[in-house]
């Protein structure tokens, strides 16, 4: 079973830039990939970007490209997420998830961190 521990979120002003970790525990954490959500007020849940955890490449929808930057620690067991230019609306709770090997889905999410973005 793997732990997913996400933290960095507070309040932060439109413009700022924030960067969000998720630690990982668990026996043999060795996922194929590490994705970050996100749940706005009222909202459906948004996938904002992933990594493949061996490789270390990194994939965005059109959305967020070039505004979010994941990366990770292998040695931390640890992914980050950094968001350049928050925007109000981008005020939500923040998820990482874990895909194991051979999974098809997420199978493992952490509890969020919130992040609130002032005008």
């Known amino acids: 079973q793997v732990q997913l521990v996400e933290s960095g979120g507070g309040l932060v002003q439109a413009g700022d830039s924030r960067v969000l970790s998720c630690a990982a525990s668990?026996?043999?954490?060795?996922?194929?990939?590490m994705g970050w959500f996100r749940q706005a007020p009222g909202k459906e849940r948004e996938w904002i970007g992933s990594?493949?955890?061996?490789?270390?490449?990194?994939f965005y929808p059109d959305s967020v490209k070039g505004r979010f930057t994941i990366s990770r620690e292998s040695a931390k067991n640890t992914v980050y997420l950094q968001i350049d230019v928050l925007k109000p609306e981008e005020t939500a709770v923040y998820y990482c998830?874990?895909?194991?090997?051979?999974?098809?889905?997420?199978?493992?999410w952490g509890q969020g961190t919130q992040v609130t973005v002032s005008s």
């Open positions: 998830a874990a895909q194991g090997v051979g999974s098809q889905t997420f199978d493992s």
């Open positions: 668990g026996r043999a954490f060795n996922p194929y990939t």
């Open positions: 990594i493949e955890w061996s490789s270390g490449s990194t």
